[in-house]
């Protein structure tokens, strides 16, 4: 399945793809950055709260960017539709992402389920499921 960048402005493309999470019947669509960088799947807890989870109530982890400040986080099951395609995930739901505008797609739960092409000069984003 192919996706096109997002244009986040002049000259500012990023690998952002429409997705869908779904938690015991509710769902929501949101826009998810795919991120070779990123571990994990992180969205914002207020996408959580939407979903009926109770953001606490998950694994704790942490998440450390290039700011070099942990966060925790809370990892909870849930089914990811991807270009109509669904898939059972772990996502972790992080208190102070939503200023991002979307969440994160990383190795672990996205990577390690499809083979990702970029293509920046066409403006692309291939995934293959394995």
Not at 14 to 37: H, M, N, Q, T, W
Not at 69 to 87: A, C, K, M, P, T
Request: net charge neutral; aromatic share 14%.
């Amino acid at each position: 399945m192919k996706f096109q960048y997002k244009k986040y402005g002049p000259g500012v493309l990023r690998p952002v793809i429409p997705v869908e999470i779904i938690y015991k019947g509710k769902s929501i669509s949101y826009e998810a950055l795919i991120d070779s960088g990123a571990d994990s799947n992180i969205f914002p807890a207020q996408i959580a709260d939407i979903l009926g989870i109770d953001v606490k109530s998950g694994e704790k982890r942490e998440a450390w960017g290039i700011t070099g400040v942990g966060e925790d986080y809370f990892v909870h099951s849930v089914e990811l539709i991807v270009g109509g395609w669904s898939y059972d995930i772990k996502v972790g739901f992080l208190p102070n992402i939503a200023r991002l505008g979307y969440g994160i797609l990383g190795q672990k739960g996205f990577f390690d389920i499809f083979v990702v092409k970029f293509d920046l000069l066409k403006g692309e984003i291939e995934l293959k499921t394995r």
